[in-house]
């Protein structure tokens, strides 16, 4: 059955196909705090037995798409870098055990792959102690740690309050030496206003913007809830009244699965769902949209992560070493606006691109000092190497019939 799409020369991807895309690993290659200011304003769920009240509030991070088969970018049929714009951010941080100090990788969209990252000191440094363990045949040394992150704006529906910066280690005022002023952060207080940061009269505000970064573990957690709320219709916020009817062409709108006849497994489904496909008709190979229809309108929209508050909080994984957590998703009120006592100032998300630019060469060489002379290197320094690479889209599906 054909849906009546235009051919166009790159299509879309839906949020669910962003955030799948962005924890797909690249194949394995041979070879296996610093002050940063993407350290303030930072959120983490509680993880004290109590929860808060969020909304993820979706950017528009221009994004390179990277064909992981081919270790290269994506370009159309005039050779331009297909680039996408996702409601995210991905980045890579470094931390170095010994000297405790982290920066932001700069090796690019293509650091996963051995010689085709830009360069990057800190990589450089991770990969010469990865093939030191090599050679060695051992566990050290293992100073420098890699993490792929990804990072969201979130609003926090709590009381904030505007406290002076303090030094933690001498409880001293931290102070801008060209205002003479203390430095301010935002800082949440008890939803009953009934702690410190109100008995000592600080400023108050409701609501507070803040990125949240997530590691893989959270990010997967975070991407099968957003799946989830996928049955629910954001035209007329009725709870689980979404049904699929097809997955079809962006580019001709033939149908490539229908739900009601398929004799597709759930893995299968799975695949085709959230990774490039070939339309028969055509012959495009790229993701297919998604056709639904509400069982309770007549213009039936898919909701998404961003149209709910969602409380949220941590908990210690059950049997992990450390201080490893599990998200745990309490509950999701919507799909619903935003409540009106938050601002527009408290509906736009913040620069994350800015906040986590990668961290300058010669600032990573302070750092962590220039790395020694590797003869094994091998192009295998600047990045190169494996890792993951999964991503969600802003696009909905589409409703039949429209």
């Known amino acids: 059955m054909a849906f009546g799409k235009d051919r166009a020369a790159i299509g879309k991807m839906n949020l669910r196909q962003e955030m799948k895309r962005g924890t797909k690993r690249a194949p394995k290659s041979s070879g296996g705090g610093g002050g940063a200011p993407y350290f303030v304003n930072k959120y983490q769920p509680p993880d004290s037995g109590a929860s808060d009240i969020i909304r993820v509030i979706p950017g528009s991070y221009p994004t390179p798409r990277v064909d992981l088969d081919a270790k290269d970018y994506v370009r159309d049929k005039n050779g331009n870098i297909v680039v996408d714009n996702f409601s995210y951010i991905k980045y890579v941080e470094y931390y170095h055990a010994v000297k405790n100090r982290s920066c932001i990788g700069s090796e690019g969209p293509l650091g996963e792959f051995k010689g085709k990252g830009q360069p990057c000191v800190a990589a450089d440094w991770y990969w010469y102690e990865w093939r030191l363990r090599k050679a060695n045949n051992s566990e050290k040394p293992n100073a420098m740690a890699r993490r792929e992150k990804f990072a969201f704006t979130v609003l926090v529906q709590a009381p904030f309050y505007k406290v002076p910066r303090t030094d933690r280690q001498t409880g001293q005022l931290i102070m801008n030496q060209v205002t003479n002023e203390p430095y301010y952060d935002w800082l949440k207080g008890s939803k009953r206003g009934n702690d410190e940061y109100a008995s000592a009269g600080y400023e108050r505000k409701e609501g507070h913007l803040q990125h949240w970064s997530l590691g893989y573990g959270h990010w997967s ?157 091998n192009g295998q320094g600047s990045g190169g190497g494996g890792g993951s690479g999964r991503q969600p889209s802003t696009k909905g599906a589409r409703s039949y019939g429209s």
């Open 221 to 377: 957690s975070l991407t099968e809830y957003t799946d989830s709320l996928a049955r629910h219709c954001r035209a007329c916020s009725t709870q689980d009244s979404i049904e699929q009817v097809a997955l079809i062409c962006q580019h001709c709108g033939d149908a490539i699965v229908e739900f009601d006849s398929t004799s597709l497994t759930d893995e299968e489904l799975e695949k085709v769902r959230n990774e490039p496909t070939a339309c028969s008709s055509c012959g495009v190979v790229d993701y297919l949209e998604d056709m639904i229809r509400c069982n309770s309108c007549g213009h039936g929209e898919q909701a998404t992560l961003f149209d709910f508050d969602i409380e949220v909080k941590r908990v210690k994984t059950a049997g992990a070493e450390g201080n490893q957590t599990t998200l745990q998703f309490l509950r999701a009120i919507g799909p619903r606006q935003i409540d009106k006592v938050y601002g527009d100032d408290l509906r736009k998300p913040l620069p994350l691109d800015k906040i986590f630019a990668p961290t300058p060469i010669d600032r990573q060489i302070e750092l962590f000092g220039n790395v020694p002379e590797d003869p094994q290197a």
